[in-house]
């Protein structure tokens, strides 16, 4: 079946760090990738997707890229802030399995200042 | 703010307690969804429902029990709950059951449940 490993928290970095958690997965088609973030005390907010091989998601500074020939989908910031703080997933979901969404453990973030 | 409520944000029952979570959307959307998040797991599908019938259940035990009387209502009924049942419950919708590409799922702020 599906599955999605990130790299295990929690991670910690001060204010202007770069940031990297890796993202791998395995599907049997071709999935569409996501990263979702979950600030203390809220519900999941997509942050980026990619629906295709090669394609680059980006939104707030964070860039994630499909790679299919790594089955990887990592997730990046070259500055990271304060506000940063939050719990990131990363997901997929199978074009044959509509919106159904296989998620990651989740990586802890915490930015100090 | 998402679009989508839940209610109560924390709730705390005994084992022998009935109760109910509700989830209520304001996007328009068609389908929505309930998932289980409990630490150090990653978060766990539990059913799906799309146009108010129910298209996935996710060999959920029957102490849980979904209902959705209309495209913006989802409730999760539960009675005679396990300790490890203890967990944040989440709710989303999205516009409709079909292709990620174009559809994205908004979450809920979740319900906290602790049942002792």
């Known amino acids: 079946g599906d599955s999605v490993t990130q790299m295990e928290g929690p991670v910690t970095l001060s204010e202007e760090a770069c940031l990297t958690i890796n993202c791998t997965y395995t599907a049997t088609g071709y999935p569409s990738l996501f990263w979702y973030v979950q600030y203390p005390g809220e519900g999941l907010q997509l942050l980026l997707k990619?629906?295709?091989?090669?394609d680059k998601g980006s939104n707030k500074g964070f860039e994630a890229t499909y790679r299919k020939e790594t089955t990887s989908f990592h997730l990046e910031k070259g500055s990271v802030q304060v506000s940063d703080s939050a719990v990131y997933f990363c997901a997929l979901s199978e074009e044959t399995s509509g919106s159904r969404l296989t998620f990651g453990e989740g990586t802890q973030l915490t930015v100090n200042p | 703010e998402t679009g989508v409520t839940q209610t109560p944000r924390h709730l705390v029952m005994g084992m022998t307690n009935k109760k109910s979570l509700k989830c209520e959307q304001h996007?328009?959307?068609?389908?929505m969804y309930w998932y289980k998040q409990s630490a150090k797991k990653p978060l766990e599908l539990m059913f799906v429902y799309s146009l108010e019938e129910r298209v996935e259940n996710n060999s959920v035990p029957s102490r849980f029990s979904p209902e959705c009387p209309n495209s913006s209502h989802l409730f999760l009924h539960l009675h005679t709950l396990q300790p490890e049942d203890s967990a944040l419950y989440l709710c989303?919708?999205?516009?409709?059951?079909?292709?990620?590409?174009?559809?994205?799922?908004?979450f809920g702020p979740g319900t906290r449940l602790t049942v002792l």
């Open positions: 990619a629906t295709k091989a090669d």
């Open positions: 989303a919708s999205s516009p409709h059951l079909g292709d990620t590409s174009t559809d994205t799922q908004y």
């Open positions: 996007l328009g959307h068609n389908a």
